[in-house]
Every structure is written in C-alpha cells, then in structure tokens.
C-alpha cells in the first residue's frame, strides 16, 4: 500500500496540479459558455438596432383614440380628438413617433418635454397610445396637454410589435420616406432632444431639403 509518505518527490506535485487542471478545465468551459449567453442575450433584446434601423415602417392604419370620460377629467375642460394615425402619415415630412399610455409612470415624466418640443414647433409628434383602455388615453392627454398631431389607438398592441417597442416610452424618428433612422428608450429628458434628437432631425430635414419650421427648440 502506497502512503504519502512513499510517494517519490517527483510524483508529490502532480495530485495537486492535476486537481488544479481538473478544476480550470469546467471553469474555462463554464466562462465560454457565459460569453456566448450573454452576448446571444443582448442580440435578443436588442433585435431593433439591426433590424430596424434604416427600414422603413411598417404599413398601419390605427383609429384615432375614443373620446374622454368625463369622470376622469376636470371639470368643464374641452379636449379635441387628435386625427387617426397611419403610416402614409409618416411620410413627407420629418417626424418623431412617441409611443405612449396613460398607464406609463415614466411617460408622465417625459410630457413636458415633448410639450416643449411641439410648442418649439420644430418637428411634429405623432403619438401611438399603446393598450390602454377606450378613453384612458385622451383623459390623460385633456389632463396634461396635448403635444401629439395625429394619435393613433393601439389597443391590441400590433403596431407597436411592428416598432420593435419593448416598453413605454420609446421614441422613434423617421425620415420622409417613412423610414426609421433612431430610436430613443425611455424618457425624452432635454438634453436628449438638445444634443442628440434635435441635430438629427435637422440634418434629415436639411438632407430632404425641408426647410426648418421652428424658430426655437
């Protein structure tokens, strides 16, 4: 029977480094194996950065939002139904397409600002009311302001799926041929439209020789 105190200096090191190699073998599996979840994990959640970008959007007509319940609104306020939304609408012109509900925390958030991007007056703001229940969405818009041209009702969803939308809200600009050249995750904050929203919708207005229509932003 061989005992440690047998084995031959030679052969000591080899138990503790054939441990050492049977140990960094799974461990070196175990990190390749992470590398390649973690990188096929942002490819999933990121589908839109390229499959979206430079196409154009897809074809849609939504109706437009239902009117208000009263209930949900102050007392003798007036609010006008904004125009149905369709993708033909996308087109001709520059365009930010805001996807939004009245559900969205964060959507209260970033309103004044897209209130102080239509009063600036330099890009129009189509809104797209993502499953919210009938009326829901222009109580909220009769209660915080209405920065949006056209909105449409997307009750079911499908539109937004089209977007490539994973939550609200998102931004989208769209040139004038209809087709999607930025999005925008989460809350419009100012310095967003500023340094980067801002100069882009500038330069694919510049590039489809529209004038700029805004005097301030």
Same mark, same amino acid.
């Given at each position: ?17 054939? $441990?050492? #190699?049977?140990? /960094?073998?799974?461990? !070196?599996?175990?990190? $390749? ?12 959640? =990121?589908?839109?950065?390229?499959? &979206? ?10 109706? /437009? #939002? /239902?009117?208000? =319940?009263?209930?949900?609104?102050? /007392? ?9 939304? !369709? ?50 969405? !222009? !109580? ?5 302001? =209405? ?25 989208? $600009? ?5 087709? #999607? ?6 809350? #419009? ?10 100069? &882009? ?9 529209? =004038? ?6």
């Amino acid at each position: 029977m061989t005992t440690p105190d047998t084995i031959s200096p030679s052969n000591r090191g080899r138990g503790p480094r054939l $441990v050492s #190699i049977l140990l /960094a073998v799974p461990l !070196a599996i175990l990190i $390749v194996l992470g590398t390649v979840f973690f990188q096929s994990l942002q490819t999933q959640s =990121n589908p839109f950065r390229t499959v &979206l970008i430079n196409q154009p959007v897809s074809d849609f007509a939504l109706p /437009a #939002i /239902a009117p208000p =319940n009263p209930e949900k609104i102050p /007392a003798q306020t007036e609010f006008d139904i904004p125009a149905a939304l !369709a993708s033909n609408d996308l087109r001709g012109q520059v365009s930010l397409v805001n996807i939004f509900g009245s559900w969205c925390v964060a959507c209260r958030v970033e309103h004044p600002v897209l209130m102080d991007i239509q009063r600036g007056g330099r890009v129009p703001i189509m809104g797209i009311d993502w499953k919210d229940p009938p009326g829901d969405g !222009a !109580a909220w818009l009769a209660r915080f302001g =209405n920065p949006y041209s056209r909105v449409g009702d997307d009750a079911k969803g499908s539109v937004a799926i089209d977007f490539g939308v994973t939550g609200a809200p998102e931004t989208f $600009v769209v040139d004038h041929r209809g087709t #999607i050249r930025y999005k925008h995750v989460g809350p #419009i904050r100012p310095e967003d439209w500023t340094n980067t929203l801002l100069p &882009l919708v500038q330069k694919l207005q510049k590039e489809a020789g529209i =004038n700029d229509p805004g005097t301030k932003g």
